[in-house]
RNA sequence: GGUCCGUUAGCUCAACUGAAUAGAGCAUCUGACUACGGAUCAGAAGGUUGCAGGUUUGAAUCCUGCACGGAUCACCA
């Protein structure tokens, strides 16, 4: 049973029995006892000054008087001002590890056939470009957090919207026609995204040309850009597409296919899967039928010029256009349709979109929309809204070139675990090598990017690249394979010793309590949506175990249950990292 | 201009949602391998938590105002 609800429990019960205090566990505060005071665990007694008509300390005194009679766990106990520090017997500790390392699934809620039902959305990229480092974030935040509400008992799908249609794909395949002479991934040896990136930069700047020129004849800005041939053209293909032409078709089938090709590599290389990929070009008429379904029903109303809107004032917002005079849809109505489609697909309970905070709005104004039209999660839909990842000079933009590729960064994130392990095994084989810098690699980019508060903006400096030293990934990883190093050399004593009468010391029983803190760290993490949270957390545990693992000796510990127990908790120690670090979509090596 | 978000050590980030002397890492300086893995450990130094008020026994955290930065308010996605 966990320590910190035992203590609680303890605490209603003093006060009601000393002050006649009804008070409830839930509101009873407790926190770890800090270094510098004797104690495992504090309670904060100022709440109940008033009943106890006595000053901080003495009150203090009192209930843990009290809670020393009362709870067995409880070995002794100071005072410091309104804070009563409890110290929690080893003997209590050490049932503890025992339960902890018999429990195979410890600090994960199994899923079962009736759990809550949570869709997440993340990635949503666009087809004319490579993933760069804001999805890397993006992409690593989703299955992470996919992996969190799992642990939590949710079944969970993770899904995908590929914005696969629209002006700027046009824009590649025109390009691709022009000047591509039937380049293809095959003959260019180029990824698939890279080579559609590469031809929509191609676009770009030819169009650029063509504006400068126009206005060097003495056109305005934005007559020249409604009047460049390029973009005309590019117009014409949309036009080609939305009526279904067959060459226009087939053209961006297969550009698209390229593209597919490219990312599912990258999906794949970061460890981000989906269980369901949606389209835009799927999705975006059935929006269209929703939302004049809804202003039959008089939910949302047209305009003179046969624009459709949605009246938000009454739930302080704007007027939202939903359907352009045209006739066609607005990214909105998209969003609309591809709730439909999801709706009809799983009966979902709860739906996450892990979208950019430049999106905050947008997600404002869906969650009124799906609700007026009767989705019962719309309302209480989540916007999982991140910030920015941002360069030393600002903001990256693709136009001045400074976009971090994410397949680069891998790369390169990858080499430099290389270079760091070289010297290390010499003896191992190429595969193995290879497989621990990847493992490395990768560990260091999503410890960097998920240890950090989602909502906030994050700094990446190319030049200093991702530490490998200190809060990082593989300080985690390092501790892993270094406790994973020394169970092997003992696994056979490990598999068959006692440790039932053993006395953990005061480093035990901490590093103890802390692995004990992995399942409410978990299910907070669910709660608040927080990878950051599990990022932290592990860190604690790995710098905690790296004291211990300095300052005791394991396998040279004479004492058998001393040393049984060491080796019992570096193993369980081991374990907490390994699963804890899986919620962030990390690997362990065994060895580094 | 309206709305939303952010501002913590030289730099990058924490702080269990109101508690003790605001913590880590990097960088700087000092120390620890004939040792179970030094990608480690120990120590020093570094702070008026953007500013000013307020609520509270207690505020980085809650309230008000201000400053700075960002996002958004498109018949763009």
Known sequence: MNIELIIAEGVVKAVKALYDLDTEVSAVQIQQTRKEFEGNLTVVVFPYLKASHKAPEATALEIGAWLEENIEAISAFNAVKGFL?????????????????????????PVTDDSELVMVEYSSPNTNKPLHLGHVRNNLLGYSLSRILEANGKRVVKTNIVNDRGIHICKSMLAWQKWGNGATPESTGKKGDHLIGDFYVEFDKHYKDEVRSLMEQGLGKEEAEAQSPLMLEAREMLRRWEANDPEVRELWQMMNGWVYAGFDETYRRLGVGFDKIYYESDTYLEGKDLVLGGMEKGLMYRKEDGSVWADLTADGLDHKLLLRSDGTS?????????????YQDYPIDKMI?????????????????????????GKDLTHFSYGMVELPEGKMKSREGTVVDADDLIDTMISQAREASADRFKDMDEAEAAEIARIVGLGALKYFLLKVDPRKNMLFNPKE????????????????????????????????????????????????QKVADFPSVVIEAGKSYSPALIANYCYDLAKEYNQFYHDFSILREEDPATRCLRLNLSAVVARTLKSGVALLGMEMPERM
């Open 85 to 109: 520090n409890l110290s929690v017997s080893p003997k209590f500790w050490l049932s503890q590890l025992h339960d902890i390392a018999e429990n195979e699934t410890f600090g994960i809620t």
């Open 330 to 342: 607005v990214y909105m109505t998209q969003d609309i349709g591809t709730a439909k489609l999801r």
């Open 465 to 512: 690249s991702i530490d490998f030293n200190g809060n990082t990934g593989p300080f985690l990883q390092y501790t892993y394979a270094r406790i994973r190093s020394v169970c092997r050399k003992a696994s056979e004593e490990l598999a068959s010793c006692s440790y039932a009468e053993a006395v953990p010391n005061d480093k035990e029983c901490a590093l103890i």
């Open 353 to 377: 979109y892990v979208v950019g905070n430049e999106q905050n709005y947008h997600f404002q104004v869906l969650a009124l929309l799906l609700d007026r039209l009767g989705f019962k999660w």
